[in-house]
């Protein structure tokens, strides 16, 4: 049976596909088409193509009434890109918009902040350092990090969606698994997980999970998630360390090497006040393997 589409959108409809065409033609391997026909794409941003410093994503969902009327529902992910830097670029953005309101925008988005990561890359050489949010005292240094591959570039940002989600397609929130719990030194360290393909799930995931008040008091909140996008045989691929410095790449690198796809793992933990040293992330670890087994994502091997 065939779609209807509503009259009202037909050109809005066009003028999607011929801009969605020309980014692909623009920027090759840098676009991803997550969902076509949700409309969700993503865009890998950098401030030199050749030896990139900094990078960005850029996460796009398209309504059916953009152009004419609403803008294009935005995230922008970067481990890096904080506070008054982050509100900055999505004002400069809304801005750009509402110059713009009517036309196709992607284009002109990209490309402003492609001149901001050239800018903040010739003001700074340190910028590609995250902040610490919610630490606790454990801050060692363990000498294995270095083979950890380092994904805090891709940190999935939600603090900006909220100015357009008004406009969003109904989605409903995947369903979430509670795993069981490792208690070690008054540490508690409990995984969470649910299957994801959009990157608004992985928001609406993460908001049902803050919904819960022991989950919201939780010292950190690790994430990471995989999402396969089936036109570019490739991976959207997101973590979060939440204050645990280096556990979100370790729990993407787990995900990597079970090679499991389009789902997301959380591990809340409950700092006990004693530290754990390089066991904090045997567990965070062993947690995620243990639900992924649990739930059929991955062999018990």
């Known amino acids: 049976m065939a779609d209807i589409i509503n009259p009202d959108n037909e050109g809005d409809l066009q003028a ?48 059916p009434d953009y152009p004419s009327i609403s803008p294009p ?8 890109l904080r506070g008054p830097e982050r509100a900055k670029l999505a004002n400069s953005l809304e801005d750009l918009y509402v110059e713009h309101m009517g036309e196709s925008i992607l284009y002109l988005w990209v490309e402003k902040i492609r001149e901001f990561l050239v800018e903040k890359s010739q003001s700074s050489e340190t910028v590609d350092q995250p902040e610490n949010v919610n630490m606790t005292a454990e801050e060692e240094v363990d000498d ?11 940190k999935l940002n939600t603090e900006n969606a ?6 969003a397609n109904d989605e409903e929130v995947p369903p979430i ?10 540490s508690t360290f409990q995984p969470h997980l649910a299957p994801v393909v959009t990157p608004r799930q992985v928001k609406m995931v993460l908001e049902s999970l803050y919904e819960n008040k022991k ?3 939780a010292t950190h909140n690790i994430y990471a998630y995989r999402i396969y996008c089936e036109d570019k045989h490739s991976f959207l691929q997101d973590c979060e360390d939440d204050g645990e410095t280096a556990a979100g790449g370790r729990l993407l690198h787990l995900l990597q090497i ?3 796809r389009n789902v997301m793992v959380v591990v ?3 700092y006990g006040g004693i530290l754990l040293g390089p066991d904090r992330f045997k567990h965070i670890n062993n947690c995620a393997r243990n639900i992924l087994v649990e739930e059929g994502y991955t062999a018990s091997t």
């Not at 529902?73 to 890096?80: D, G």
């Not at 909220?162 to 406009?167: Q, V």
């Not at 698994?177 to 008054?186: C, E, Q, V």
């Open 268 to 270: 809340s933990r409950w």
């Open 73 to 80: 529902i935005y995230q922008i992910n970067a481990a890096w």
């Open 258 to 260: 079970l090679d499991v």
């Open 177 to 186: 698994k509670h795993g069981n719990s490792i208690t070690d030194r008054r």
């Open 162 to 167: 909220h100015l357009f989600m008004d406009h």
């Open 16 to 63: 999607q596909i011929e801009e969605v065409e020309a980014l692909s033609s623009i920027y090759g391997d840098e676009w991803c088409v997550i969902d076509e026909a949700s409309r969700i794409f993503c865009i890998k941003v950098s401030d030199d193509l050749d030896e990139p410093k900094l990078t960005a994503c850029l996460q796009i969902i398209l309504p």
């Open 215 to 217: 989950i919201a008091s």
């Open 144 to 154: 294995d990090d270095e083979d950890i591959p380092d994904f805090r570039t891709f």
